[in-house]
């Protein structure tokens, strides 16, 4: 299977081409194989560290369809560990959080404490194991690798030659500007939900940094804020991802960077006086400064290959996706905050986060039914190619514009033009890491 996989992309850029091939959606091997060498296989996504913040804590999830707990044992030491008893492999986590200083085994009580160090197995005087029981460690066995940058927790199921830091490159740049809207860091406030769509996973990472969608799938969200900003006693006018004004676009320009490692960020300018931060921005910039403050009032939408998703907007957003099948996704949103914000400037980022981005919201829903057409559409017809990604190559640069200079990265491609653009041509870069990394090879 690897060496087909070269040809499900269409990649000529001396000829200005970009396509895919339908089966990267639809085609359980390719599926099987995604699973194998970017879930199991590299760094992902596994939790956030304010969701594990006191001693004895622990958060049980899984890893595509592997199992695993993050615990913080008495001392405050964060571990990552499979989520499996070493004598028959019961689960000792449900999935969820909680707060436990010793888990045990509901099928034969074998207990761990919150390092996942065994300490009990029921009824072992009596037990006469054999000889070579003794030798063997009977606590959590701990993850390949475990890291955390800045509060986000990270976990590979396979031993990797590169440190988190090294994966993440010039994405712990677009991190950081989530973290630092508080000297205090960020936390996930509390009201997480979970959904899934029949489709495969990879459209929500798609969408995510898809500007072109907004106006044709999202009409009703556009209508009603065009209702609120006629309305003068409304003062929580929300500011969209990308918000039309009368029919006009409030953003005038955009961008967009492939960063290393298939991760990616595509940017707006956006008004301002909307941002939550807006209000306390002499403090931020007296802390951050006067580029980096410009980029946190900046819409920004940002894929942390392959599962994390961060929208950065009227409010914070977050993402978890897992893979469940080639065409069944599963996905975790919280509203993401700075710690220790106003009152009212969470108030107005809760009522931002539920209007647009909850599944109960008025635009999740709408994209979740484009993944489900999209999944059934591309079974049809003779012609097998996606000419997604051949909006704004023309505008493509390779390596750093002037935008990514001023923050001091170094992206595999920089894009910028005007609003109306909306660039695709994003997915390049995106998609060569994912051939190199399903192929056996180093992803770029």
């Known amino acids: 299977m690897p060496h087909e996989v070269r040809s499900l992309i269409d990649d000529r850029p001396r000829d200005g081409a970009f396509r895919i091939h339908r089966d990267a959606y639809l085609d359980p091997s390719v599926f099987a194989l995604e699973r194998e060498r970017l879930f199991a296989g ?84 009596q037990a006469a194991y054999g000889a070579d029981f003794g030798s063997r460690c009977h606590g959590l066995e701990p993850v390949a690798a475990f890291g955390n940058y800045r509060g986000f927790l990270f976990a590979s199921l396979s031993a990797t030659t590169r440190t988190l830091d090294e994966y993440l490159g010039d994405a712990r740049v677009f991190i950081d500007l989530i973290v630092d809207q508080s000297p205090d860091g960020v936390e996930l406030v509390p ?13 929500q990472i798609e969408n995510s940094i898809d500007a072109y969608h907004f106006t044709s799938t999202h009409p009703s969200y556009l209508r009603l804020l065009d209702r609120r900003a006629r ?47 807006y209000a306390g921005r002499d403090a931020v910039r007296e802390r951050v400064g006067e580029t980096r403050l410009r ?29 469940l099948a080639v065409d069944l996704t599963e996905v975790s949103a919280w509203c993401v905050a700075p710690v220790g914000e106003p009152r009212e400037a969470r108030r107005r980022r809760l009522r931002q986060f539920e209007d647009f981005f909850n599944p109960s919201g008025l635009a999740t829903p709408d994209d979740t039914v484009m993944y489900e057409g999209l999944q059934a559409g591309l079974a049809a017809g003779s012609d097998p190619w996606s000419q997604a ?36 041509s994003i997915l390049r870069p995106i998609y060569r890491n994912w051939v190199e990394r399903l192929s056996g090879g180093e992803s770029r």
């Open 42 to 125: 590299g760094w992902v996504y596994v939790g956030h560290e304010s969701q594990v913040r006191a001693p004895h804590d622990h958060l049980a999830v899984s890893l595509a369809d592997v199992p695993v707990v993050v615990m913080r044992d008495g001392d405050g030491r964060l571990g990552c560990f499979h989520n499996r008893c070493r004598h028959k492999g019961m689960l000792v986590c449900l999935p969820g959080r909680g707060n436990r200083r010793f888990h045990a085994c509901p099928y034969h009580a074998w207990v761990v404490d919150s390092g996942g160090r065994n300490v009990s197995i029921k009824d072992d005087e």
């Open 295 to 323: 980029w946190m009032f900046r819409t920004r939408q940002f894929n942390v290959f392959p599962n994390l998703q961060l929208a950065s907007n009227a409010a914070l957003q977050m993402r978890v996706i897992r893979p």
């Open 191 to 203: 009201g997480g939900v979970t959904y899934t769509f029949a489709a495969n996973w990879k459209h």
């Open 389 to 424: 990604g051949a909006r704004g190559l023309a505008h493509a640069l390779e390596g750093a514009d002037e935008h990514a200079r001023e923050l001091g990265i170094d992206p595999l491609q920089s894009v910028h033009g005007p609003f109306a653009m909306a660039d695709e």
């Open 231 to 277: 309305a003068p006693q409304r003062t929580d006018v929300t500011a969209a991802v990308w918000q039309g004004d009368g029919g006009r676009e409030v953003e005038q320009s955009m961008g967009a960077f492939g960063l290393r490692n298939g991760h990616a960020l595509v940017w707006t300018d956006s008004p301002a006086e909307r941002h939550p931060l």
